[in-house]
């Protein structure tokens, strides 16, 4: 008479063949999780390239041709760029937030390239004292960033020849994910 039940070796066959789908679907998941986060991270990377260009493209087409004077009262360019960790520095409009609303429509803004980020500084006075701050924030980080100028022909750096203004300003983002990417501007 035969007892009911299962054999020893049919238990381990079902153990195995359980272990094995376990493993299976463990990988998956590592897969599509690992997936997930790499994902997530190039997005992150892509929002920040897409604010700073768009922080870019919005200050070079507000530049004007306003020079300052800096902390020391020494006679600053409208318009700077191409200098070391300096990528370029500008005089731009802001718009109106209301009709009455007082003080400068005018902002200097520099952007700088140090240690593999890119920062964006505001002055909400053009001509500053020694106590004026600038508000600092990040806006990316890249592996390396280059510009160049167009006036009548490229340059790395601004001013030449006495022209207030570049007719144009090249950037090139070395970005550790996305590669290299190149960004023209024109300027009103």
């Known amino acids: 008479m ?23 679907a463990y990988g998956g998941l590592k897969t599509v999780l690992d997936t997930q986060h790499a994902t997530a991270d190039r997005a992150a990377e892509l929002r920040q390239l ?7 493209n919005e200050d070079l087409l507000q530049a ?28 731009r409009a802001t718009p109106e937030l209301s009709p009455t609303s007082q003080g400068s429509r ?11 980020k890119l920062y964006r500084l505001v002055w909400n006075t053009l001509d500053r004292t020694q106590q004026t701050q600038a508000t600092r924030k990040l806006l990316l980080n890249a592996e390396n960033m280059d510009v160049r100028f167009w006036g009548a022909e490229w340059t790395s750096s601004w001013p030449v020849s006495g022209a207030p203004l570049p007719t144009a300003v ?4 070395k970005l550790s994910s996305l590669g290299e990417i190149r960004r023209g501007f024109w300027l009103q």
């Open 50 to 56: 897409q604010q700073a260009l768009q922080l870019l």
């Open 64 to 91: 004007l041709p306003r020079p300052i004077r800096d902390e020391l009262g020494d006679p600053e360019q409208a318009f700077i760029g191409g200098r070391s960790e300096l990528l370029l520095t500008l005089t």
């Open 170 to 173: 090249e950037i090139v983002f």
């Open 106 to 116: 005018l902002q200097r803004i520099s952007y700088r390239f140090e240690n593999g």
């Open 2 to 24: 035969r007892q009911a039940g299962f054999t020893l070796l049919e238990l381990l066959i079902a153990m195995a063949i359980f272990a094995i789908m376990a493993a299976m």
